[in-house]
């Protein structure tokens, strides 16, 4: 397990699904404290121009298991650098969905942090976990709610 930011630098990743072109960038944790204020400022900037002509969705993505102080600075952080309008095609992604142990991702909003119930709210409750350990038909039905979603909002 890492607690530090996964994506250490701006990635961009182009492919076909479904005979439509999909292109995906990853950008590094705003909040890395393993990085100074300028580099991930300098990496932010390098994954805004390769999202041109876009951004036509951001995805927010976090773990069920908490919602903290940095994921609700990282939000005011996208609508700071995307406008205020970012939540409008904002989708939070929930990973690891197989540790709410059977919870639906509803109830566990509902019942679970003031906070999170705020942030899901304020996106239009554009919101869809995946299962990380899904293979074959379940991650492709994964794959298909997040594009149906992506398209309802473009």
């Not at 701006?10 to 990085?35: H, I, Y």
């Not at 036509?56 to 600075?73: C, G, N, W, Y």
Request: with cysteine; charged share 25%; hydrophobic share 40%.
């Amino acid at each position: 397990m890492s607690f530090g930011s996964v994506t250490q630098t701006c990635q961009r990743e182009e492919a076909v699904l479904n005979s439509r072109k999909v292109m995906v960038v990853d950008m590094p944790g705003f909040l890395d404290t393993a990085r100074l204020k300028w580099e991930t400022s300098a990496e932010v900037s390098k994954c805004i121009k390769l999202c041109m002509p876009g951004p036509h969705v951001i995805l927010q993505m976090f773990r069920p298991a908490r919602f903290t102080q940095e994921e609700k600075d990282v939000a005011r952080l996208i609508k700071e650098i995307f406008s205020l309008k970012a939540k409008d095609y904002m989708i939070i992604l929930f990973t690891r969905m197989e540790d709410l142990e059977g919870k639906t991702l509803e109830k566990f909003i509902t019942e679970g942090n003031a906070g999170l119930k705020e942030q899901v709210d304020q996106c239009g409750n554009h919101f869809l976990a995946f299962n990380n350990k899904a293979e074959g038909a379940e991650h492709e039905a994964q794959v298909g709610q997040l594009m149906a979603m992506i398209d309802a909002l473009v």
